[in-house]
């Protein structure tokens, strides 16, 4: 009788070790995965960091809403970014404007200026929103499909990052195209000017 009380008492000890294995082990396993979520989503930004020494002159950055498609050509790269597309926006201009070898082309869609507030919530905040961000700074717009046309030729020759947020505000995809911060078309047409004197 002693013999089996203590092999219940062996049994219990092994059941409870293994009970607290499995739930502490599972919190741990579902914390873990948590945090490697919230680092993913977070880490867009060293990202980007990462990315734009890199990127120059005619490479692309698209910060887009969430139903922009991921298209085959082979030099568009993708990040999904979980967050609303203007703070992203807003980061990506910073550092790019901060980077001191590249500046911004802005490109947005033609459509986005026609969408009332009744086809679409929010638009005309976002709208408002978006030009305080862009501040002083020049935006071009163009037909959508012109975007993709121009897209699918430059993606070609050129790297095109595409930052794809949740934005759920049709045709509010900002597309930037970069252009050397340190050089213009006037001295590029001088130094052109000088060679065909030659």
């Not at 703070?87 to 026609?114: A, C, M, R, W």
């Not at 071009?140 to 012109?146: A, I, P, Y």
Request: hydrophobic share 40%.
């Amino acid at each position: 009788m002693r013999k089996l009380n203590d092999m219940y008492k062996k049994l219990l000890t092994v059941l409870v070790f293994i009970a607290s294995v499995t739930l502490f082990g599972c919190q741990g396993s579902a914390s873990k995965t948590n945090g490697d979520a919230l680092d993913k989503d977070h880490n867009w930004k060293e990202q980007l960091n990462q990315k734009l020494p890199i990127l120059g002159h005619r490479n692309w950055i698209l910060v887009v809403d969430k139903a922009f498609p991921e298209q085959n050509a082979p030099g568009m790269e993708y990040i999904y970014v979980n967050e609303a597309l203007l703070p992203v926006l807003k980061q990506v201009l910073t550092q790019i404007n901060l980077s001191g070898h590249v500046k911004p082309i802005i490109y947005q869609d033609k459509e986005l200026g026609f969408i009332t507030e009744s086809q679409a919530r929010g638009v005309k905040q976002f709208v408002q929103e978006s030009k305080t961000i862009f501040g002083n700074q020049t935006v071009q717009t163009m037909l959508h499909d012109s975007v993709f046309r121009k897209l699918d030729t430059e993606s070609k020759l050129f790297k095109v990052l595409v930052i794809k947020t949740n934005e759920t505000i049709p045709y509010t995809s900002v597309f930037l195209q970069l252009d050397c911060a340190y050089w213009n078309g006037d001295k590029e047409k001088q130094l052109r000017d000088a060679l065909n004197t030659q």
